[in-house]
């Protein structure tokens, strides 16, 4: 399988905390992606870090890349019990024939913020 | 508001019947688009690349006779999941890329598919 691995698989932590989950994935890549999921819904993407970016932050959110370790993280910063969801992780790989945008997705990480 | 509409959001059906879902692009014309499945507390796995005007490209271990792809239109696609078994109880997501957004990926609200 080519598919990605994220730890930890659940996440539980207080409200204002920060929260860090790790994807690892296999193959060479375009970008990497981060996505938010509720229970039972879509998705929502939340950041894109291309293969020639180290770092990126959007609000709350900070998404590091390291291209030679096939690894990344996403921080979020002081956690609300809003942020309760799955985050994935997700790659685009090099290559693709027209269409682009086949994403290969990480295992998941469960996060729950505690009030 | 959302850009990737899907149909219906939950469906049951009885073992051996078809179920069609509708996933659509709102406000932009999608050349491609993506069906995923998802197992609860699992990953999306991709099942297949759905492309306008031609046969989809399915993932290895996918049956095309099985999950039928259409995408007759710019702003449809459709999988229709034939023969039904509870194994394929899951929820699918379909995806497109917005090129006006710079290739953002929209998906799908998603729909719940139970096989009884």
């Known amino acids: 399988s080519q598919q990605g691995e994220e730890d930890p698989q659940a996440l539980s932590i207080q409200e204002g905390e920060n929260a860090t989950m790790n994807c690892s994935y296999k193959?060479?890549?375009?970008?990497l992606q981060w996505y938010r999921q509720n229970s039972g819904r879509g998705l929502v993407h939340l950041i894109l870090?291309?293969?020639?970016?180290r770092e990126k932050h959007s609000g709350r959110l900070r998404v590091t890349l390291d291209t030679s370790k096939k690894s990344s993280s996403l921080l979020i910063t002081a956690s609300r019990a809003a942020d309760t969801a799955s985050y994935f992780c997700?790659?685009?790989?090099?290559?693709?024939?027209?269409?682009?945008?086949?994403?290969?997705f990480g295992t998941g990480t469960q996060l729950k913020v505690e009030l | 508001g959302a850009v990737v509409s899907q149909h219906p959001s939950r469906v049951i059906c009885k073992s051996g019947t078809s179920v069609k879902i509708e996933c659509r692009s709102l406000?932009?014309?999608?050349?491609?688009m993506f069906w995923y499945r998802q197992f609860p507390k699992q990953s999306l796995m991709l099942m297949a690349t759905?492309?306008?005007?031609?046969?989809?490209?399915?993932e290895q271990g996918v049956e095309k006779d099985k999950f039928l792809i259409n995408h007759a239109s710019l702003t449809l696609s459709t999988l229709t999941v034939t023969s039904a078994h509870p194994e394929d109880s899951s929820f699918y997501i379909c995806?497109?890329?917005?090129?006006?957004?710079?290739?953002?990926?929209?998906f799908g609200e998603g729909s719940w598919l139970t096989v009884v």
């Open positions: 997700a790659t685009e790989g090099l290559g693709l024939t027209g269409g682009g945008n086949k994403l290969t």
């Open positions: 759905s492309n306008e005007g031609s046969k989809a490209t399915y």
């Open positions: 193959t060479s890549i375009n970008n």
């Open positions: 406000d932009f014309q999608a050349t491609t």
């Open positions: 870090i291309r293969s020639n970016e």
């Open positions: 995806s497109a890329g917005r090129r006006s957004s710079g290739n953002t990926i929209y």
